[in-house]
């Protein structure tokens, strides 16, 4: 249809999924409207309005689109997204979109429409609970790592896959925004004056910045599973009883923890951010005690199914010495840790704020939220190689927030 | 002048070599010799009678030549030596042979004839001395590994090069008799009968093997640096005043301390061996003392280089943090002691045994060196988390001969 690239204009985005073989009848009457609202790439939501039948259309742009044509951005990302979110469908089916259709001349995806789901910051945002979650991040998290490690794959073939996802220019978004910028005066920073002290606190701590090294460099040197790369709460999509993973376009061979720690971050922002939100505070109480209540079963149920896969299939003679298996799990714990206290920290320091601290007014009562979360991300960081347990974990963040801490 | 890879006869690879433009005069009288004496490769040494020049033509057989055809094996690992020897060369060119000529079809190589050098291994033991040896080896180090690391390179560049060298069949060898066969009892080991209760107490030694299982993972997952990946003294080529590293066909991304840990083993296993061989006992004290401090001279010099490296070119904000690069060395000298570990005891029990041990007689004799070996191994990988300087993974073989500490 297109013989090199180009940024389809909403006509041409109808014309397009009209032509894609099987989705809609001839005299469709299909309606567009383009919703991306995230940072990198237009979205079109087409949707036949006699049948009710719809599509998602995904585009990656040549540039950033949040911060435009003056950053480009390689359109390997959706070849990198389609192909992760293959590999995920091979294990946790339900819990990612189907992808109907991969373009890689128009750096194009055709996918499920989830528009039945709402994006799960907004749920938590809005205070809503979601009892499904825990339980499918846990599944999610098991066995998209475990089936792309080394614990699981013949080491050929996972080395092949390692060449799969190089994907240089999304991980030099994360080593610069997530493990760089946020701890020193960066231009690209961007925080709320009022906390200027606390921020500058972290560009003095050396003791923290010497972890956070060792924090990048892990996330750019071990290629222990495929990772979704950018597991943030914007990339789940949910509805009381579904959960869907999108948007691996930063997925990579990075270090399992990475991953559950972007979902543990998020969760704790949402945990500090309810503190200063409009609930009643009956109401607030219960919603942050399920938040962490959530986290804990989101790392305790990856551990139980982790551990369930690894009896089942390691057959290794050296993976399988009695004890191996707790020094791994720990070690991610660990790494949660750590990953999450960055995450968190760059949230309110660097480029990237998340609506969950952004919405809240006004900019007083923002800057104790905010001033909460980099508290808790510098005690993950600093205190992580201590953790046994994810209750330890949690309890840093009731702890900061002086709810008292879990009955030991 | 091949359409297709076969493996070169004798005459061909003279043909062939008569052919290499710039290299023979047309009427050379070429006279080849083949000297493969490896376990992968057949190694053509053809010289011009008339005027002396000579070269090397390495060529890859699509198998391990040690077990034959029913051990297919790449050829791919002729590229991968071609491209890491062009890597090194950029660094450490008087370190590294001269590639002449690299021919993909054929997976061969032409490279500079060093005849008036002798491998490392023999020269050892012998008991020759090498007063160049360990500031060259460090600077090979220092700079090779430095120098394809994230700490140097640009992220995306490096992610480039991770890529290119990927090489599966290589690091499966390693993976399989490194890491995992010599610690059960797999049909590839092969051991003295002698030392049958030293191995089985091995195989027997669970927190031993949960410290191999994390050095293989460490292995398979950590892309610190470009290495050689097989840089044990039979890759080392040396004459009085020149040292010269050849054979990267294992170059991979992996841990820095896997090379500098394979050097260390390597010196080791020639240090038992001599409390065995024939050397008078004077001088064999004597060499026996220069290799130790060999060892410790290599390391305090690849750390002074790496340092000065670092000094000199680390601009990123959060690798400057102050302290960084000491833990970062510090991990590397675990690690060093950890991999040394695992390659002495490999020599002991595993396929491909050492001449410094294998020429020891009677087996009674050769046993207690064994043994010795199998010793510093352990406590090499056991105690490797609580070194601090050299000079202690040193005293562990010292110890273990009952030669009395350095004195600190």
């Known amino acids: 249809m297109f013989e090199k690239y180009k940024a389809l204009t909403e006509k041409e985005a109808v014309s397009y999924a009209h032509s894609l073989p099987g ?28 049948s009710g039948k719809s599509v998602i259309l995904k585009q990656a742009l040549p540039y950033a689109r949040v911060v435009g044509e003056s950053w480009p951005l390689t359109l390997d990302r959706s070849r990198i997204e389609a192909e992760a979110l293959k590999q995920a469908a091979k294990r946790v089916s339900s819990l990612v979109p189907q992808v109907y259709f991969y373009d890689s001349q128009l750096a194009l995806t055709a996918i499920e429409d989830l528009s039945d789901h709402i994006i799960l910051r907004k749920g938590l945002i809005a205070g809503t609970r979601y009892p499904q979650l825990a339980e499918d991040l846990s599944t999610y998290l098991a066995h998209t790592l475990f089936y792309t490690s080394d614990y699981y794959l013949d080491p050929q073939e996972k080395k092949e896959k390692v060449r799969q996802f190089i994907n240089p220019e999304m991980c030099k978004i994360t080593e610069d925004l997530v493990f760089t910028d946020p701890y020193y005066n960066a231009d690209t920073n961007s925080f709320n004056p009022l906390i200027r002290e606390s921020v500058e606190s972290i560009w003095n701590n050396n ?42 376009e930063f997925a990579y061979y990075g270090p399992i923890g990475f991953d559950v720690g972007a979902i543990v971050a998020n969760l704790l922002l949402s945990y500090v951010s309810h503190e200063a939100h409009s609930l009643e505070p009956d109401k607030r109480e219960a919603f942050q005690k399920w938040l962490l209540e959530t986290s804990e079963k989101i790392w305790t149920g990856f551990e139980t199914k982790f551990r369930t896969l690894w009896e089942k299939h390691v057959k290794d003679e050296i993976w399988l010495t009695e004890g191996y298996v707790d020094d791994i799990l720990l070690q991610i714990l660990r790494d949660t840790a750590g990953f999450a206290g960055c995450k968190m920290m760059r949230r309110v320091i660097g480029l990237a704020p998340v609506a969950d601290l952004e919405l809240i007014e006004p900019a007083e009562v923002r800057a104790e939220a905010e001033t909460n979360a980099l508290l808790i991300g510098q005690q993950l960081i600093l205190k992580r190689k201590s953790l046994h347990k994810v209750s330890e974990l949690t309890d840093i963040a009731r702890q900061v927030l002086g709810k008292g801490l879990t009955v030991k």
């Open 23 to 50: 989705l809609f009848a001839p005299d469709a009457e299909l309606l567009n409207k383009e919703i991306g609202d995230g940072n990198l790439n237009l979205v079109f939501h087409i949707a036949d309005q006699k």
């Open 207 to 248: 003791e923290l910045k010497r972890e956070i090294a060792h924090l990048k460099e892990a996330f750019m040197t071990r290629t222990q599973a495929l990772l979704h790369g950018d597991l943030h709460t914007g990339s789940i999509m949910v509805k009381e009883d579904s959960t869907k993973v999108i948007d691996p």
